[in-house]
């Protein structure tokens, strides 16, 4: 058969681990035969856990792993000094080519500074973006930045669209996605001095389907498949979006247990709105990748169940069948190489 995707998974990152990170992985290799996953963490809780399953032991393997670097920990300190630990440790697996892809649902802070400073950036890309996708009402959208740049510059949100662009038409199929900024109006001339400054780049870029701005309101009805934002703008979105989803759930199942009536009336619409309801569903999505490394770091809520994880797992196999990053350099890259900062300085 043909080569595994490798994929290094921190099973001990996130508030579930290591349970729901060796469930999600005993899960991802019984679903797909391409895939082979490393458990990176401490290996006697690991194998405590492999025990409750059956899988195929060829494509399932542990990595010990003495440390873990907690949420709360400074994430360039816990990088330097904490070198036995599963993030670092996996992250040096795609690092030196043993892994094609990093999973982890561990600290944020840690995985985008261990992202960048391990891993390392591609040729040409500025600034590694996170990109979640969002469910809409007529498919997903992609929103990128959503937490590892701030103070972006103008040309940071421009990659941010190409890299968009690229991972839409290659790993989701949308032909020539639409790309669109986010704004607090319609017209052009609306915006903060970044929108104001980053939106001609985008209008005269000719290799993206820019189609203008985008209100907050706009995004849950699926009117761009990219949605460009640095990332405090980003990050808010995401995280209304997810609590304005979990509250209507309860509300929509609260209001169905009202009474006998409504009870009798859920039990004839539950098929219809289990099928709706999932596909706003985040988990079934997989995590975030950082795009514009030279492996693929994909990061997934700290709070993920096992399906998140298997989902997340799975979606680096299309992102190394499709090439992405070579698909990224070829659109991002120009002639001349990004200044590095001095990494060797961190880690």
Known sequence: MAE?????????????????????????????????VFLVGKEPLIRNELKKYTYPEEQLEVVHAEQIIEMAEPPVMAIRKKKDSSIVKAMYMVKNGECDAFVSAGSTGA????????VGRLKGVERPPLAPLMPTSNGVSLL????????????????????????????????????????????????????????????????????????????????????????????????MYEGVAGELLKKVKSGLMTNMRSKLGALLIKPA????????????YGGAPLLGLKGLVVKTHGSSKAVEVKNSILQCITFKEQNINEKIMEKVASGD???????????
Do not use: W
Request: charged share 25%.
């Open 4 to 36: 595994y995707v490798k994929v290094a998974l921190d099973a001990m990152g996130g508030d579930n681990a290591p349970l729901e990170t060796v469930k999600g992985a005993v899960e991802a290799v019984n679903e797909d035969k391409r895939v082979k």
């Open 111 to 118: 995985v985008l500074v261990g992202g960048q400073v391990i």
């Open 144 to 239: 990128i930045d959503c937490g590892a740049n701030v103070d972006a510059r103008p040309s940071h949100l421009v990659q941010f669209a190409k890299m968009g662009s690229v991972y839409m038409e290659n790993v989701l199929n949308i032909k020539n996605p639409r790309v669109g900024i986010v704004n607090i109006g319609a017209e052009e001339e609306k915006g903060n001095a970044l929108v104001k400054e980053t939106f001609p780049l985008l209008k005269n870029c000719p290799d993206i389907n820019f189609i203008g701005s985008v209100e907050a309101r706009d995004i849950p009805a699926g009117t761009a498949d990219v949605i460009v934002c640095e990332a405090f703008v980003g990050n808010v979105i995401l995280k």
């Open 273 to 284: 709105l289990k099928t709706t309801l999932k596909s706003f569903d985040t988990e079934q």
């Open 337 to 347: 190489s990004v200044k590095q900062e001095e990494k060797e300085d961190i880690i």
